[in-house]
T-cell receptor, first 114, second 114 residues
Framework: AQSVTQLDSQVPVFEEAPVELRCNYS??????LFWYVQYPNQGLQLLLK??????LVESINGFEAEFNKSQTSFHLRKPSVHISDTAEYFC????????????FGSGTRLLVRP | EAQVTQNPRYLITVTGKKLTVTCSQN?????MSWYRQDPGLGLRQIYY???????DKGDVPEGYKVSRKEKRNFPLILESPSPNQTSLYFC?????????????FGDGTRLSIL
């Protein structure tokens, strides 16, 4: 079975400051890793994903995440945040098997202040 | 435009009054799933479907039913809703067997059971 831990329920940060949202997972098999973003009153949108290959993955809006197998982590980072980045961010994993089950963390609310 | 459509977006109803939340996808995806989102718990899977006429329980199936008579539709049925089913619900779809692609989510349905 897999599990995902997002230790920070809320991260307040000032505009243009860097941010890191932490995600740790546990799994007995290899996994695919995802970050989803949920803007207020909207559904979940895929932000970025790690499937294989380079451990550093980037999104089109400046976020990046690094897969660290030894630490079983997939932290999300952005060097300079904007007010528009205010949202809830979910880390999720899916096992390398025929199961399609997506296991979510409890979410981290990023609150960007001017 | 590729999308997952849920209806209604908002519903307030009373205990015991049967309701159905519809979900439709236009991507010809084989896999569809229902989640509920509750504060501090992230998203938890209710039911999923691998293909037409193939459905199975997720982590929190009690009090819910689903059907998959057509590939594009996956309705969620609450036969006798109770207040503990007040939540934000998401439908999702994914390509299918052995896919490493992410799930696509609808915009959500906020249910309030009084």
């Amino acid at each position: 079975a897999q599990s995902v831990t997002q230790l920070d329920s809320q991260v307040p940060v000032f505009e243009e400051a860097p941010v890191e949202l932490r995600c740790n997972y546990s799994s007995s098999v290899s996994v695919y890793l995802f970050w989803y973003v949920q803007y207020p009153n909207q559904g979940l949108q895929l932000l970025l994903k790690y499937l294989s290959g380079s451990t550093l993955v980037e999104s089109i809006n400046g976020f990046e995440a690094e897969f660290n197998k030894s630490q079983t982590s997939f932290h999300l980072r952005k060097p300079s945040v904007h007010i528009s980045d205010t949202a809830e961010y979910f880390c999720a994993v899916r096992a390398y098997d025929s199961s399609y089950k997506l296991i979510f963390g409890s979410g981290t609310r990023l609150l960007v202040r001017p | 435009e590729a999308q997952v459509t849920q209806n209604p977006r908002y519903l307030i109803t009373v205990t015991g009054k049967k309701l159905t939340v519809t979900c439709s996808q236009n991507m010809n995806h084989e896999y569809m799933s229902w989640y509920r989102q509750d504060p501090g718990l992230g998203l938890r899977q209710i039911y999923y479907s691998m293909n037409v006429e193939v459905t199975d329980k997720g982590d929190v199936p009690e009090g819910y039913k689903v059907s998959r008579k057509e590939k594009r539709n996956f309705p969620l049925i609450l036969e006798s809703p109770s207040p503990n089913q007040t939540s934000l619900y998401f439908c999702a779809s994914m390509v299918g067997i052995n896919s490493n692609q992410p799930q696509h989510f609808g915009d959500g349905t906020r249910l309030s059971i009084l």
